[in-house]
């Protein structure tokens, strides 16, 4: 829930009904989101980083593929050239927006 932006405090609503149930030593608190949260988010950004990174080679790979086909070239170094240009542009495009910073 936290990758998805949902507060300690909406969590804690949101698991409320199962938590009633559960002994009061069990039961999900603040405290307990705040101690699950440092064990586990930074391990879940570090592991989307990593398929974002995975994923991202491999569409251009195919980009890259795709484009020498279309284009006709035997190399694709050729091909390339025109990947690069485009995700640069981007990449500048995007940096312009105050949020890009707050990207993993």
């Not at 999900?28 to 391990?43: A, G, K, Q, W, Y």
């Not at 279309?70 to 170094?77: D, V, Y």
């Amino acid at each position: 829930m936290l990758a998805l932006g949902v507060s300690y405090p909406g969590i804690l609503r949101a698991l409320d009904d199962e938590s009633t149930k559960l002994d009061p030593r069990d039961r999900v608190t603040i405290d307990s989101i705040r101690n699950h949260t440092s064990r586990h988010f930074p391990v879940q950004q570090i592991a989307r980083a990593t398929y974002r990174e995975i994923l991202e080679r491999r569409a251009e790979q195919n980009q890259v593929g795709c484009l020498m086909r279309l284009l006709g070239h035997e190399s694709m170094a050729t091909s390339q050239r025109y990947v690069v240009a485009a995700g640069t542009e981007t990449k500048q495009a995007a940096a312009q927006n105050r949020l890009y910073d707050l990207l993993p």
